[in-house]
């Protein structure tokens, strides 16, 4: 069975395992259908699914055109926390990486920081990303942050600036 295959399975042990032979293989491009089926595959029903496309797809090839979907999850498609996490991840790793909007982005981020009904988890891993997304933390810093926004020692400001489309960048020079 190819990977192309096993990403249309029913067996979601099948579709997970191949999602991970993807993200593990050292490949410098995959053709348009594989990302499409990587695509679909954010709206399958487990969670567990989607968290690995999120992981693999996004954060670990940092794919371009699984951006749309992953942006549409991020809008209110998504409910759960531990897909949502690797979400926020996966879009911040491809707007570094070159592609979408940056502003629309951190305005995004902000917008789940500032969402007290969130999780605390979800919730630090935007403020993180947001840190990500403008050069405001360091690689070293941002491996020994916590991630729950309770833990951490944020600045408002930044997410203010975030939410208005502003560079918080700029602001704090």
Do not use: F
């Not at 999602?19 to 491009?29: E, H, P, Q, V």
């Not at 990587?38 to 567990?48: A, C, F, I, M, T």
């Not at 933390?137 to 208005?164: F, G, Q």
């Amino acid at each position: 069975m190819t990977v192309l295959e096993s990403l249309s399975s029913h067996n979601v042990d099948e579709i997970i395992d191949a999602i991970y032979a993807l993200g593990g293989a050292r490949i410098t491009s995959l053709g348009e259908s594989t990302i499409a089926s990587l695509g679909v595959l954010l709206s399958h029903s487990d969670p567990q699914v989607r968290e690995a496309v999120a992981t693999q797809g996004g954060v670990r090839l940092r794919l371009a055109g699984l951006l749309p979907a992953i942006m549409c999850r991020l809008g209110g498609a998504e409910s759960e926390s531990e897909v949502l996490i690797p979400l926020l991840d996966a879009a911040t790793a491809i707007v570094l990486h070159g592609s979408g909007e940056r502003r629309n982005l951190s305005m995004l981020l902000a917008e789940y920081v500032g969402r007290e009904s969130e999780n605390d988890e979800v919730r630090g891993t935007a403020y993180l990303c947001l840190l990500k997304l403008w050069g405001l933390i360091s690689a070293n810093a941002l491996a020994r942050s916590p991630t729950r926004l309770s833990e951490l020692s944020w600045d408002p400001a930044i997410v203010s600036a975030s939410r208005s489309g502003e560079n918080p960048a700029a602001r704090s020079t």
